[in-house]
Structure formats: structure tokens, C-alpha cells
């Protein structure tokens, strides 16, 4: 069975599109680098990329500098969340 992930902030209640079947540990990855993230634009200068994922990561970078500082989790299609 397939199942989406993506990522959901709790505070907004809001979501991202569901882009990584079975994708958590490669969203969990590229999370820990959340607050190089939010740190500022110089990040974009650098050339990371998700396994497999590669171009969600904008969105991604997007997402997680609306949401600095809220309650991030995984989220998936089915409407499950876990802690990243
Ligand atoms: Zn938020």
C-alpha cells in the first residue's frame, strides 16, 4: 500500500502536498537542517537535496520558514501525523 507524506504544522493546521511515498526518513533527514533553513536566504546559495526528492525541496524551504518556530510534524494522506 502506498502511503504519502509530507509535512503538517500543527500551530496552522496546514500542510504541504503529500509528494514522498514512504518518505519519512528522507523528509526526517532533510528536517534536521530546519534551522539552517529559517536562518536565511544564504541557504538557497547551497545545493542540497532530498534522496529522491530533489525538486520538493523549495516548497520545502518555503514551508518551513512560513512555520518558524510552529509545531512541525510528518504528515500523510490517510491524515496520520508522527514526530519528525
Ligand atoms: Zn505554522
Redesign the pocket.
Known sequence: MSTYWGLH????D?STDHFANHGEAAIRQYAQLRELICGGDDFDRLNIEIDGYSWMTGDLDDFWR??AG???MLGNEYGESEAL
Open positions: 504544522c500543527v500551530t496552522c496546514e512560513r512555520h510552529h509545531n512541525i
